[in-house]
């Protein structure tokens, strides 16, 4: 604190400094001038992007790593409406990210129109909360800016600041702090009822969702004390190692995956949803155990209003707090005795085999077997997501990142560059269908400014792989799903990184660990048959 005033501006910067942010992305107009300033005065780094769309899913990257809430700055109008679906993508993925506007001042709304609209009308339905920056409560409308981004379940907020109050001068005084809530945990007969369900369950099952990301070390302790086998979410993937004895890997969009999975939740006597937030899931997970006949409990951080399950028990708390309030007091039972999880692991490892001799399956083998276990993984919407989320390995949590509540295409590439940003010891590498990487393939400049060496996996078959299945099933007519073959190891050199066009698992390989080594970002077209995922998802 000083006596010399400061802009309002730098005090929402200062508290975003304060919550742990250090990168912003965007693409500034004028009217974000004195905001880009005021955040790398504050001592955070501003990133130009080539598209605020992309720029908000870099700021996603670099959350996964730092765990502060990621921020985007968007001039007004246009600039702003880019970065509509990136925030709607927080906002179904749960991730915090301060979405910072321009706008002009409120009289000059009054009588003027040229690319001004209400960016909160806008943004209302796709954040948890939308504030309009003011000089004199500028120190309340960062704070409850980030708490609201960051309480359980965080999500995007939208501050929008108006270009002359961004500039007014303000005491440069303490500023107001909300205290950090207490966990709370359960109580009472319902905790009692719970515990007795666990110690005389025989088949029990678990189904962890994102809520846990941060909670590996209690749900590893939790399921190792009963012995609980377990499913996670695609995003919960490697909360808990997947090479523990109790996981069954993720599920989520895969019919052949839920083949196996979903019987073995409904011949289950106890499943416990923990931290499972369903909007991963398609709609094979919508009532996938019956309350009725099986003894379910559920634990959040927020109450149920989406009705995609029930439950006989239903603790609304910190997830933590109730497993350790659940811990039993001696070893456990034996569980599923007529040994069905062999069985199911048996049956995934054979409907997702790692051995084939080329096609979208051996190019997920071969990275994951060529590529160091810290590797950090990106993928993109599309059929290739669902095969790699289901043999793509996880030995911590975020390691495999995507959109799995959106859903959204043009995500893997930026996502991929936000952690190598944030995390440049580790390798990083994107896996994206041929459309979905040409979406953003702008930001390969982005990446060369910033000499990011991430590793661009490309599955290229000239179609909408995942639409054109669906299409063909359905026995219509091919339409609006094929296009013309791109050279993308052309379109990587031609932005001052490396690319190469593979067509075999010896190629790969040696791309991947050439990859590896190299300075600066290269770009691997994976050229593979159409039809390549029939039977595969």
Same mark, same amino acid.
């Given at each position: 604190?000083?006596?010399?005033?400061?802009?309002?501006?730098?005090?929402?910067?200062?508290?975003?400094?304060?919550?742990?942010?250090?990168?912003?992305?965007?693409?500034?107009?004028?009217?974000?001038?004195?905001?880009?300033?005021a955040?790398?005065?504050?001592?955070?780094?501003?990133?130009?992007?080539?598209?605020?769309?992309a720029?908000?899913?870099?700021?996603?990257?670099?959350?996964?790593?730092?765990?502060?809430?990621?921020?985007?700055?968007a001039?007004?109008?246009?600039?702003?409406?880019?970065?509509?679906?990136?925030?709607?993508?927080?906002?179904?993925?749960?991730?915090?990210?301060?979405?910072?506007?321009?706008?002009?001042?409120?009289?000059?709304?009054?009588?003027?129109?040229?690319?001004?609209?209400?960016?909160?009308?806008?943004?209302?339905?796709?954040?948890?909360?939308?504030?309009?920056?003011?000089a004199?409560?500028?120190?309340?409308?960062?704070?409850?800016?980030?708490?609201?981004?960051?309480?359980?379940?965080?999500?995007?907020?939208?501050?929008?600041?108006?270009?002359?109050?961004?500039?007014?001068?303000?005491?440069?005084?303490?500023?107001?702090?909300?205290?950090?809530?207490?966990?709370?945990?359960?109580?009472?007969?319902?905790?009692?009822?719970?515990?007795?369900?666990?110690l005389?369950?025989?088949?029990?099952?678990?189904?962890?969702?994102?809520?846990?990301?941060?909670h590996?070390?209690?749900?590893?302790?939790?399921?190792?004390?009963?012995?609980?086998?377990?499913?996670?979410?695609?995003?919960?993937?490697g909360?808990?190692?997947?090479?523990?004895?109790?996981?069954?890997?993720?599920?989520?969009?895969?019919?052949?995956?839920?083949?196996?999975?979903?019987?073995?939740?409904?011949?289950?006597?106890?499943?416990?949803?923990?931290?499972?937030?369903?909007?991963?899931?398609?709609?094979?997970?919508r009532?996938?155990w019956?309350?009725?006949?099986?003894?379910?409990?559920?634990?959040?951080?927020?109450?149920?209003?989406?009705?995609?399950?029930?439950?006989?028990?239903?603790?609304?708390?910190?997830?933590?707090?109730?497993?350790?309030?659940?811990?039993?007091?001696?070893?456990?039972?034996?569980?599923?005795?007529?040994?069905?999880?062999?069985?199911?692991?048996?049956?995934?490892?054979?409907?997702?085999p790692?051995?084939?001799?080329?096609?979208?399956?051996?190019?997920?083998?071969?990275?994951?077997?060529?590529?160091?276990?810290?590797?950090?993984?990106?993928?993109?919407?599309?059929?290739?997501?669902?095969?790699?989320?289901?043999?793509? @390995?996880?030995?911590?949590?975020?390691?495999?990142?995507?959109?799995?509540?959106?859903?959204?295409m043009?995500?893997?590439?930026?996502?991929a560059?936000?952690?190598?940003?944030?995390?440049?010891?580790?390798?990083?590498?994107?896996?994206?269908?041929?459309?979905?990487?040409?979406?953003?393939?702008?930001?390969?400049?982005?990446a060369?400014?910033?000499d990011?060496?991430?590793?661009?996996?490309?599955?290229?078959?000239?179609?909408?792989?995942l639409?054109?299945?669906?299409?063909?099933?359905?026995?219509?007519?091919? @339409?609006?799903?094929?296009?013309?073959?791109?050279?993308?190891?052309?379109?990587?050199?031609?932005?001052?990184?490396?690319?190469?066009?593979?067509?075999?698992?010896?190629?790969?390989?040696?791309?991947?660990?050439?990859?590896?080594?190299a300075?600066?970002?290269?770009?691997?077209?994976?050229?593979?048959p159409?039809?390549a995922?029939?039977?595969?998802?």
């Amino acid at each position: 604190m000083s006596d010399a005033p400061i802009r309002a501006a730098d005090v929402l910067a200062r508290r975003l400094y304060e919550a742990g942010c250090r990168h912003a992305f965007g693409m500034p107009g004028g009217e974000v001038l004195t905001l880009v300033d005021a955040l790398e005065k504050a001592g955070i780094r501003f990133v130009l992007a080539k598209h605020e769309n992309a720029a908000g899913f870099m700021a996603e990257g670099v959350y996964h790593r730092h765990g502060a809430p990621g921020i985007l700055v968007a001039t007004l109008g246009p600039g702003a409406m880019n970065g509509v679906n990136v925030v709607a993508n927080a906002h179904q993925d749960r991730v915090p990210l301060i979405v910072l506007t321009g706008c002009v001042d409120e009289s000059e709304a009054q009588q003027y129109t040229h690319q001004v609209l209400d960016h909160g009308a806008v943004f209302a339905p796709i954040t948890k909360a939308s504030f309009r920056l003011n000089a004199a409560a500028a120190g309340i409308v960062a704070d409850r800016a980030v708490c609201v981004a960051t309480d359980p379940r965080p999500g995007p907020v939208h501050v929008d600041v108006p270009i002359g109050v961004a500039d007014l001068m303000v005491p440069d005084v303490a500023q107001p702090r909300r205290a950090p809530a207490s966990a709370v945990a359960p109580v009472g007969s319902d905790l009692a009822q719970a515990r007795e369900w666990l110690l005389s369950a025989e088949r029990p099952i678990a189904v962890v969702g994102l809520d846990m990301l941060d909670h590996g070390a209690a749900l590893g302790a939790f399921f190792e004390a009963y012995g609980i086998p377990f499913v996670t979410s695609y995003k919960a993937k490697g909360v808990v190692p997947e090479d523990h004895p109790l996981c069954l890997g993720g599920a989520g969009l895969s019919p052949l995956a839920d083949g196996h999975l979903l019987p073995l939740v409904q011949q289950a006597d106890l499943v416990l949803a923990i931290g499972y937030d369903p909007i991963e899931m398609r709609p094979g997970w919508r009532h996938a155990w019956d309350p009725s006949r099986q003894k379910v409990i559920d634990i959040a951080p927020v109450q149920n209003d989406h009705y995609m399950h029930h439950a006989g028990l239903s603790f609304v708390a910190d997830p933590v707090a109730t497993l350790t309030a659940l811990m039993p007091e001696g070893p456990g039972r034996d569980v599923w005795p007529d040994g069905e999880l062999a069985k199911v692991r048996a049956a995934l490892d054979q409907a997702f085999p790692v051995d084939e001799t080329w096609g979208p399956g051996a190019v997920i083998a071969e990275c994951r077997e060529v590529l160091p276990d810290n590797t950090l993984a990106t993928a993109d919407s599309g059929a290739h997501r669902i095969l790699l989320s289901q043999m793509w @390995r996880c030995s911590e949590a975020r390691g495999l990142v995507q959109s799995s509540g959106l859903c959204t295409m043009g995500c893997a590439v930026p996502l991929a560059m936000g952690l190598k940003l944030a995390a440049p010891e580790r390798p990083v590498v994107s896996f994206s269908g041929d459309a979905g990487f040409l979406m953003v393939a702008g930001e390969l400049a982005t990446a060369a400014e910033l000499d990011l060496p991430v590793i661009f996996v490309v599955f290229v078959d000239a179609s909408l792989a995942l639409i054109e299945k669906k299409q063909r099933e359905r026995q219509m007519t091919n @339409r609006g799903v094929d296009f013309a073959r791109s050279d993308f190891a052309a379109i990587g050199r031609a932005f001052g990184g490396d690319g190469v066009t593979v067509t075999s698992r010896g190629e790969l390989r040696t791309a991947l660990k050439d990859a590896l080594s190299a300075p600066r970002f290269t770009v691997i077209a994976a050229e593979i048959p159409r039809g390549a995922y029939d039977g595969r998802i």
